[in-house]
């Protein structure tokens, strides 16, 4: 499949995203998510093998060729309440052809009915049922978009905080970094894709009456000291650029070793769904030296 083709039928899928964001409810945008993924056509060279990591439900997508010491474990966005997507296993099956390592997609659990803590529980599950397998710690990245990116931030903070290895590098893609009332978002700012009636009813439900001031909810107030090397990127055009820019702020005050990369527009999308195009996501390559540097 070429650039062009997997762009048109990602384009499309953002049509279907934007009318069960402003129509459906969660749950009922979630089941139909659940009828789509079931019938996704991936890359025919990927090999998608659906498992349950010591309970949660993950997706393998399996290059030709593949490292098997290498894993990318990825953590979905959809704020917090929407699952895993059609457009997600195709950008993941995008990224592990393009990486050449398998990318271990977690299917964590969302709100409402499933608030704080657990997806998070569920993504930290993950790991460590790939730790069970034999994977070393430093043949993992950790990776997400929007809340996923959210997710792979306190994840590490939560690993580390328990004593648990951590693995090589973090990647995140316009993180969502903060969740309390005082976050100061782009004011008058619109995003398509991340409406902000829409993000004030996925932060909601995510906390469920808990304190967004939990580190573990939103990282940039945690304790950043003794994190991996860590990849942010964000675009110009997006309103969770300043949790991006604010997060890599931080995490490089605290001694992390972090470099923040623009995302220029492409494919006349907006918000964090923009890094699906794979015109777009060519630019999650340019994190591949650092990552190889790493693990060498």
Known sequence: MTDLTAERKIRASLRVIRIMQNVLPPALANRFNKIGTSKVKLDPDITQE???ADGTPCDWLIPPNFNP?????YLHGGGFVYGQTPLHLQMGAYLAKKLGFRLLMVDYRTAPEHPFPAALEDCVTAYGWLLAQGIQ???IIIAGDSAGGSLTLTMHLKLRDEGHPLPAVAVCLSPVTDLTPEAKKREGFKDPMLPTKAMDFYIQAYLAGQDPHNPLI????GDLKGLPPMLLFVGDE??????ALHFAKAAEAAGVDVRAGNL????GMSGSYSSHCPRQSNHWMMWSP????IWQ
Do not use: M, T
């Open 290 to 293: 650092s990552v190889n540097h």
């Open 69 to 73: 010491d290498q894993v990318l474990l």
């Open 238 to 243: 997006e309103i969770l650029r300043e949790d």
């Open 50 to 52: 659906a498992i349950s």
């Open 137 to 139: 710690p430093q043949n």
């Open 218 to 221: 939103s990282p940039i107030l």
């Open 264 to 267: 220029p527009p492409a494919c």
